[in-house]
């Protein structure tokens, strides 16, 4: 299996709102990541998960909060958004050490339109 | 300015010809250069994966890393419409320390192949 899967495929929710992304892999990876995609804009990382701890976070509001239940799980909470998270979110992963840190495996992503 | 600067074109060109997408970088402590493509409406794919300088080929795609020039190129041969996408470079330092899993894209070319 060498997919990562992503749900829901879109999602629209309110401001006042509370939802969750879910991002799943079966490929033994160790390490994480969410990224935020604007239109015709590259993938921005917002969070990376390693051995199921996070390592990075780039500053990002409290209003997203990511969770790594076990190796294969990746969520993001989301909290009284605004307009402008307005994104397509980006799941990927990748194994850990050397070059396995760059081959970076996307998802399809979650198409989020925040009302 | 930018560490990694990419025209964002938009490129078109007709079916069979050669494309020369190209990117450079600021940062000399890049060692792993990436071209993901990415479809509309889909995560980004990973196409080739370059370490330091040199070249390599796989099919009809070619990878040039000139770290002496901080220049780095992806080469599609006889190019098809199915080849119609945003080709993203991504650069990273390698694993340790706080860059640890994190790329760094360029803006993306968007490249149209008619037939």
């Known amino acids: 299996d060498t997919e990562v899967t992503q749900t829901p495929k879109h999602l629209v929710m309110g401001m006042t709102n509370k939802k969750s992304l879910k991002c799943e892999q079966h490929m033994g990876h160790r390490a994480m990541y969410w990224y935020k995609q604007k239109a015709k804009k590259p993938p921005e990382l917002m969070f990376v998960?390693?051995?199921?701890?996070?390592?990075i976070n780039e500053s990002v509001p409290s209003r997203f909060s990511p969770e790594c239940p076990n190796s294969s799980l990746l969520n993001l909470h989301l909290h009284a958004l605004q307009p402008e998270d307005s994104a397509l979110y980006l799941c990927?992963?990748?194994?850990?050490?050397?070059?396995?840190?760059?081959?970076?495996?996307f998802g399809p992503g979650t198409r989020l339109t925040v009302l | 300015q930018k560490e990694v600067e990419q025209d964002p074109g938009p490129l078109s060109v007709p079916e069979g010809a050669i494309v020369s997408l190209n990117c450079t970088y600021s940062n000399s402590a890049f060692q792993y250069f990436m071209w993901y493509r990415q479809y509309s409406r889909k995560g980004p794919e990973l196409l080739m994966y370059?370490?330091?300088?040199g070249n390599k080929e796989d099919g009809r795609f070619t990878a040039q890393v000139d770290k002496s020039s901080k220049y780095i190129s992806l080469f599609i041969r006889d190019s098809q419409p199915s080849d119609s996408a945003t080709y993203l470079c991504a650069m990273s330092v390698g694993a340790g320390g706080t860059s640890y899993g994190k790329l760094t894209f360029g803006q993306g070319t968007i490249l149209t192949v008619h037939p």
């Open positions: 990927a992963s990748s194994l850990l050490g050397g070059r396995g840190l760059n081959e970076q495996f």
């Open positions: 370059t370490y330091s300088s």
């Open positions: 998960y390693s051995y199921e701890k996070l390592s």
